[in-house]
């Protein structure tokens, strides 16, 4: 009996430590994003694309390494991180106090900021003093929420679950203004004659890679490899690509 114990324990242990060895060396990288987001990350002809989705492939090849994409709503990137779901969240993640307690985050690798959109007619808003008692539209789960709560108490905020809506209710003249990134309000107001991004932004901020505090390893290695790609001139062409191309 004591024998046949001593085999069990040492079988026990050996799948644990292959199950270490496994959590620490994976040859897949397992990223969630919400492909709702241009340029950032969306869907096309059925497959995901944009500036995100490239960036985390390349700095997955540079690690030698496949990608695994979960798509869920924003609002689920941070609590899938905490239940391990998947191994890192990239979907234009702005670098917060707030998040950086509960995930760990990658070196910033592209500069955004809160802006305000409204229809190119308005005159009412002209700067975030305006918005006080205007009704402006957040997505869920972001930064714009939080902020608006803390800073604008009186807005009245319209929260959805899409990028896509959020924008159009201001197109429709359901509401006033919505609040989101930078980068995609300019991309939005591009494509669409009758809105505008006011010049004067809410708040200046970065975008990090989301990771799980229980893999410090692959953050390392995830920063390891940005650095690659931005001295190789991956990245430069990444943000031509999908910035400023056409601008």
């Not at 941070?78 to 990239?90: E, N, T």
């Not at 319209?158 to 006033?176: A, P, T, Y």
Request: net charge positive; proline share 4%; charged share 30%.
């Amino acid at each position: 009996m004591t024998l046949l114990r001593k085999l069990v324990l040492g079988v026990v242990g050996a799948l644990a430590c292959a199950s270490v060895a496994q959590a620490q060396t994976p040859d897949t990288l397992r990223v969630a994003t919400d492909a709702t987001f241009m340029p950032f990350e969306f869907q096309k002809d059925g497959k995901l694309t944009g500036f995100d989705i490239e960036l985390v492939e390349a700095v997955a090849q540079k690690l030698g390494k496949k990608v695994e994409w979960t798509s869920i709503d924003f609002k689920g990137l941070i609590p899938g991180l905490l239940a391990k779901r998947f191994d890192m969240a990239v979907s234009a993640i702005y670098i917060t106090e707030e998040r950086k307690k509960v995930v760990d985050f990658t070196d910033s690798y592209y500069p955004g900021g809160l802006v305000i959109l409204v229809k190119k007619d308005n005159t009412a808003i002209k700067g975030p003093e305006d918005l006080e008692g205007k009704k402006v539209s957040v997505q869920v789960g972001t930064k714009s929420v939080a902020y608006l709560q803390e800073k604008f108490p009186k807005v009245e905020r319209v929260e959805v679950e899409k990028n896509q809506e959020m924008f159009s209710l201001v197109e429709i003249g359901r509401v006033d203004a919505a609040v989101t990134g930078k980068p995609a309000a300019k991309l939005f107001a591009q494509s669409r004659p009758g809105v505008k991004v006011i010049d004067k932004q809410l708040t200046v901020e970065e975008y990090g890679m989301a990771v799980r505090k229980d893999l410090p390893e692959l953050t390392k290695e995830l920063n390891g490899a940005l650095a690659k790609i931005k001295a190789d001139g991956t990245y430069d062409k990444l943000v031509q690509k999908w910035f400023e191309a056409g601008n």
